[in-house]
Nanobody
Framework: QVQLVESGGGLVQAGGSLRLSCAAS????????MGWFRQAPGKEREFVAG???????RYADSVKGRFTISRMKAENSVSLQMNNLKPEDTAVYYC???????????????WGQGTQVTVSY
């Protein structure tokens, strides 16, 4: 059974840092593009960051310079280092994996269950 399991969420004050991790199992994702999405209450799920099989990265404008995505193929995992967090970063964060190119994630790709990140003032 293929699974993506996120960890590392929590409550942090504005300006603080958190590191999210996503452990994949059930198959190798070394050739997949991995990504992080988030969904705040009352809002649609949005792309945060992605990293392809060749370690190229892409970020949403709202997190550029603050968040860093990385992956360890040998461990079938991907991480998201989040620095200088803001209250507007509060959301449930999801890990995803897709075989598609161009950071195109679809609903029938692999998705985790999410981890809550709350940033207080």
């Amino acid at each position: 059974q293929v699974q993506l399991v996120e960890s590392g969420g929590g409550l942090v004050q504005a300006g603080g840092s958190l590191r999210l991790s996503c452990a994949a199992s059930g198959r190798s994702f070394s050739a997949y593009t991995m990504g992080w999405f988030r969904q705040a209450p009352g809002k649609e799920r949005e792309f945060v960051a992605g990293i392809d099989w060749n370690f190229n990265t892409r970020y949403a404008d709202s997190v550029k310079g603050r968040f860093t995505i990385s992956r360890m193929k040998a461990e079938n995992s991907v991480s998201l280092q989040m620095n200088n967090l803001k209250p507007e970063d509060t959301a449930v964060y999801y890990c995803a994996a897709t075989p598609n190119s161009g950071y195109t994630f679809r609903s029938n790709d692999y998705w985790g269950q999410g981890t809550q990140v709350t940033v207080s003032y």
